[in-house]
């Protein structure tokens, strides 16, 4: 079986969203739709005391996206228009597709010992779903499947491995979402069918993916040329662990326009206008 290789390594960039949040951005809705059917990778990890309280991101409203919250410290805590209010905690994922449309707040906080750790990945909706029901999934922490096997520890959020299956289902991406840790002197490998994008971010320690050494933090891109991802760490590190994305393109032109990925201008302008004459939420 043929290795995918890396096609490129992306740094992630500081940035500021919401009330002040400071995080570290990978990819970002792009017309150009590189990473498709991926839109967005956000990495929170404010553990500064100098930055001082979180303000977090007061009310904000998405449409036509999926948003994937997955925290390993901390919390964030959530509330939406349609009545829908929750905690994400540490290890709990909550996998959000907006549909048509939802306004939230998202308040990071911090857990016993200062810290918080956790990501947000946007997938995106094909053109017939984007108008459809906003629907959450909310996945608590012991409900993760945890795979253990030769210094390998998988936690399975979306997709499948050896039969196992995450608990986030009917997506239209179906994706692949899985936190995997290698011990030292371990290795992993994947199959992916071909055709999808393949995306690795990696945030602990060091891994040799596809034969490229791989360093914290970045993101690694993968070609479409093999059949598999195959991650190997060295003997004389401290292993590595990196979140493994992948999904089926869905090859559609998209317009991006802040919370909002539509396929037409003409249904980002409708987007706005609704949002001025308070017919966004559709109950
Ligand atoms: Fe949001």
Redesign the pocket.
């Known amino acids: 079986m043929k290795n995918r290789t890396i096609s490129h390594i992306i740094e992630p960039q500081l940035v500021i969203e919401g009330a002040g949040v400071l995080l570290r951005r990978s990819i970002a809705p792009r017309a150009s739709n590189e990473y498709d059917p991926f839109l967005l990778f956000d990495h929170f990890a404010f553990n500064n005391p100098l930055e001082g309280p979180i303000r977090g991101?007061p009310t904000?409203p998405?449409r036509g996206i999926e948003?994937v919250t997955y925290m390993l410290e901390g919390s964030v805590n959530h509330r939406d228009s349609l009545g829908n209010a929750g905690k994400i905690g540490s290890g709990d994922v909550q996998w959000m597709t907006s549909g048509r449309g939802i306004l939230?707040e998202?308040i990071p906080r911090r857990s016993e010992n200062g810290n918080i750790y956790g990501f947000q990945l946007w997938v995106n909706l094909p053109a017939v779903k984007k108008m459809g029901q906003p629907r959450y999934q909310e996945v608590n922490s012991g409900d993760i499947p945890v795979i253990e096997k030769d210094g390998v520890t998988i936690r399975l959020v979306a997709g499948e491995w050896n039969g196992t299956r995450g608990p986030v289902t009917e997506i239209a991406a179906s994706p692949l979402y899985m936190d995997v840790k290698l011990a030292p002197a371990s290795s992993f490998i994947y199959s992916i069918p071909s055709g999808h994008t393949v995306l690795a971010y990696v945030f602990e320690g060091t891994g040799e993916f596809s034969g490229e050494v791989v360093e914290s933090v970045s993101m690694a891109v993968f070609n479409d040329d093999g059949h598999q991802i195959e991650v190997k760490s060295d003997a004389a590190g401290r292993g590595v662990q990196f979140m493994l994305i992948a999904g089926a393109p869905f090859k559609e032109v998209i317009v991006p326009y802040g919370?909002f990925v539509m396929n037409t201008v003409e249904e980002i302008q409708q987007t706005i206008q609704e949002l001025r004459n308070g017919t966004f939420i559709k109950q």
Do not use: G, L, M
């Open positions: 991101f904000h998405h948003t939230h998202e919370p």
